[in-house]
């Protein structure tokens, strides 16, 4: 059984940055695609980026330019570097995993908000 530990959230003013770190048990990082999603109160759980194990990233149009996904295989981490925050960034992150054999795993979240 896989398990995703978030880590890294916090309140931030506008502008400022976060780092968010999702750590994974188990022996199938390295062949997952990793994501980082957020939900904020009232709305859907909507996609921030995704990275997969050959390291292609795709990101949400909202976080272009000012987030980055990457990953350290030997670490069994995700992490998402999160610049030049804004208000409307303020939501619960989720980590997810989604494996070669089509399982896919989610992390508790992580609160994220920014707020002067």
């Known amino acids: 059984q896989v398990q995703l530990v978030e880590s890294g959230g916090d309140l931030v003013q506008p502008g400022g940055s976060l780092r968010l770190s999702c750590a994974a048990s188990?022996?199938?990082?390295?062949?997952?695609?990793m994501g980082w999603y957020r939900q904020a109160p009232g709305k859907q759980r909507e996609l921030v980026a995704t990275?997969?194990?050959?390291?292609?990233?795709n990101y949400a149009n909202s976080v272009k330019g000012r987030f980055t996904i990457s990953r350290d295989n030997a670490k069994n981490t995700a992490y998402l570097q999160m610049n030049s925050l804004k208000p409307e960034d303020t939501a619960v992150y989720y980590c997810?995993?989604?494996?070669?054999?089509?399982?896919?795993?989610w992390g508790q979240g992580t609160q994220v908000t920014v707020s002067s």
């Open positions: 990275i997969t194990r050959g390291g292609t990233t």
């Open positions: 188990g022996s199938i990082f390295s062949r997952s695609t």
């Open positions: 997810n995993m989604a494996t070669i054999f089509g399982s896919v795993y």
